[in-house]
């Protein structure tokens, strides 16, 4: 089996020699901090051997579940924001047909997300679509108690069980939420849903491999056993004992952290040129955001899909300001082939294209866009992939989690706590008149008045 694999000579370019092999013993301490669980935030590192915990029996379970939601539904709606939303997306979509909606061969129940906003049109379109479906619900809530997440539960909940009755309902309903606390797990035990249980010591962020992730992967008809397994297999390639060197998470969060403290290199912009691939850069951004971006440090996630955005973003990117650096993951091969046709007229002068893969000329896009990017001052990390399916995919969610654990430690911040979320929420509660913010509605409410 080959492996994903990282190539930084484009962004070491940019740094002194040796500075990235100079963070060897500050990144060894990590990798001993994360093993020995001696770092900040040492409650949330059940992520970091779950790969190669994850027992055949346990994703048996998970199958069994997803093929009863499969066999029962045309289509199901997993509801999750943030870490309980992006991992799925990442993977379904990476994975999936990019028409998978309008295929509609019924070899599998469409997937579709919500809970991830609240916008108003959006439940209504979907509420609306749902109505002379046989729909299933996944709920996905660490905490159990997400508002967007909430919101749209209910409203799904509701439906369902109008839709199906209540005891049909109950075999199409399934909660991933924590073993004890939480609306989620109160509302699945006391309907008798069948639920999965997210584990304390896993982060949403890091939860992709826990039944957040492989639930609704399975009922999109993927292979979770592939997925566990590329990851196990990183598991074991970004192992602790691994030199450094020949260890890709080691070198990746060295070389974004020499990036940013020794190029004034601010912002990471993680680049596909695979349009399947954009939620896996959603999933990207909330890991390395949410674990990096506090005590006013951290490098800013960004992302782009190429060649798309190098029409709208391409000119920034070229000759804006110089404080960024790309991530390209490039995929090697595509799953699958098509052809340039030959053309008599060749109106649009692409006959010197005939007989290539539409695949050649994306790589030469990326191979010219990777140099000119260069040329323009913009270092250059690249992940290569050597194709898209369920185990490498694996692998590079599992480079990715290990390489933002060292990376936040070489930080010098938490990189398992996300504190800085809350804010936004109190002030939304305050502002809705949630019991039990009697006190910070008031105060918000003094604040708004004196601002008129
Ligand atoms: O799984 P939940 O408890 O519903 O949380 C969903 C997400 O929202 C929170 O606000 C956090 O910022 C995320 O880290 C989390 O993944």
Redesign the pocket.
């Known amino acids: 089996m080959k492996s994903i694999s990282l190539n930084i000579t484009k962004a070491a370019s940019f740094l002194a020699e040796g500075a990235v092999k100079a963070y060897e013993p500050k990144v060894k301490a990590a990798q001993e901090a994360l093993e020995n669980g001696t770092c900040e935030g040492n409650d949330f590192l059940g992520w970091l051997h779950l790969p190669s915990s994850i027992t055949p029996e346990f994703l048996n379970e998970i199958q069994a579940v997803a093929n009863t939601l499969r066999k029962k539904c045309e289509v199901v709606v997993v509801a999750?924001?943030?870490?309980?939303?992006l991992g799925a997306r990442a993977v379904i979509e990476g994975l999936g047909n990019s028409f998978a909606w309008l295929v509609n061969d019924k070899k599998n129940p469409t997937i579709l997300f919500a809970g991830n906003n609240i916008g108003e049109d959006y439940l209504f379109e979907l509420t609306s679509f749902l109505k002379d479906k046989k729909f299933g619900v996944i709920n996905?809530?660490?905490?159990?108690?997400?508002t967007?997440?909430a919101l749209a539960f209910r409203l799904l909940k509701k439906q369902c069980e109008d839709q199906r009755g209540k005891e049909e309902a109950k075999d199409v309903i399934v909660a991933v939420?924590d073993a004890k606390k939480?609306a989620a797990r109160t509302c699945a035990d006391k309907e008798g849903y069948k639920s999965f249980i997210?584990p304390d010591n896993v982060?949403?962020?890091f939860?992709v491999l826990t039944p957040?992730g492989l639930l609704p992967i399975a009922v999109a008809g993927f292979d979770v056993k592939q997925l566990v397994a590329g990851a196990a297999e990183m598991e074991k390639a970004c192992g602790k004992d691994v030199a450094f060197e020949e260890n890709p998470a080691a070198i990746y969060a060295a070389t974004r952290q020499a990036l940013y403290t020794q190029a004034g290199k601010k912002i990471e912009i993680v680049c596909n040129f695979q349009p399947k691939l954009h939620y896996f850069a959603e999933w990207w951004k909330?890991l390395y955001g949410?674990s990096e971006g506090k005590d006013q440090k951290g490098i800013f996630p960004a992302a782009c899909d190429f060649t798309t955005d190098l029409h709208s973003m391409g000119q920034w990117i070229q000759e804006g300001e110089r404080s960024i650096f790309e991530t390209v993951i490039s995929v090697e091969t595509p799953n699958e082939k098509l052809l340039f046709p030959h053309d008599d007229e060749n109106l649009d002068g692409l006959n010197f294209l005939e007989g290539k893969r539409v695949d050649e000329v994306n790589k030469m896009a990326e191979l010219g866009t990777r140099l000119a990017h260069v040329d323009g001052g913009v270092p250059n990390i690249l992940v290569n992939v050597p194709e898209l399916n369920a185990y490498y995919l694996g692998q590079l969610i599992y480079f990715f989690e290990k390489a933002c654990g060292i990376s936040g430690l070489l930080e010098e911040v938490n990189p398992f706590n996300?504190p800085g979320?809350?804010a936004y929420?109190k002030n939304m509660f305050a502002l809705l008149n949630k019991p039990g913010y009697e006190a910070e509605s008031k105060a918000i409410q003094e604040r708004l008045a004196n601002e008129k």
Do not use: A, D, L, N
């Not at 999750?80 to 939303?85: A, E, H, L, R, V």
């Not at 996905?140 to 997400?146: E, L, M, N, Q, R």
């Open positions: 999750g924001i943030g870490g309980s939303y996905i809530s660490k905490s159990g108690t997400t967007e997440t939420t939480g997210i982060g949403g962020r939860s957040v909330q949410e996300q979320v809350e929420k």
